[in-house]
């Protein structure tokens, strides 16, 4: 996914294509998508939350979440970390 800073009609297209994403339902879809997610904390105009709302969407997403917990990840993948707090505490909840 592009930063903050694309043009208008790259962030049309992000928009027409995270508004109709299904649910991953394979460890496959949701690696797609982990890997979409912008750098450095970018949101690209809100549309990464789209990404993350989708992949807390899916019933698979806490068991491949693990595999993610146990790879190394650097300070920079702020989503990365996001998505692991998040599923944290709703583990607490």
Same mark, same amino acid.
Do not use: K
């Given at each position: 996914?592009?930063? *903050? *800073?694309?043009?208008?009609?790259?962030?049309?297209?992000?928009?027409?294509?995270? *508004?109709?994403?299904? &649910?991953?339902?394979? &460890?496959?879809?949701?690696?797609?998508?982990?890997?979409?997610?912008?750098?450095?904390?970018?949101?690209?105009?809100?549309?990464? !939350?789209?990404?993350?709302?989708?992949?807390?969407?899916?019933?698979? !997403?806490?068991?491949?979440?693990?595999?993610?917990?146990?790879?190394?990840?650097?300070?920079?993948?702020? !989503?990365?970390?996001?998505?692991?707090?998040?599923? &944290?505490?709703?583990?607490? &909840?």
């Amino acid at each position: 996914m592009p930063s *903050d *800073d694309a043009p208008g009609e790259v962030v049309d297209r992000f928009v027409e294509v995270t *508004d109709t994403l299904p &649910a991953p339902e394979s &460890a496959e879809e949701i690696g797609v998508i982990v890997r979409a997610f912008p750098q450095h904390g970018d949101t690209f105009h809100g549309l990464a !939350w789209t990404l993350l709302h989708c992949l807390e969407a899916s019933p698979l !997403w806490p068991t491949v979440a693990e595999r993610y917990r146990q790879q190394a990840y650097t300070p920079e993948d702020e !989503w990365m970390d996001t998505l692991l707090r998040r599923l &944290a505490n709703a583990s607490q &909840a």
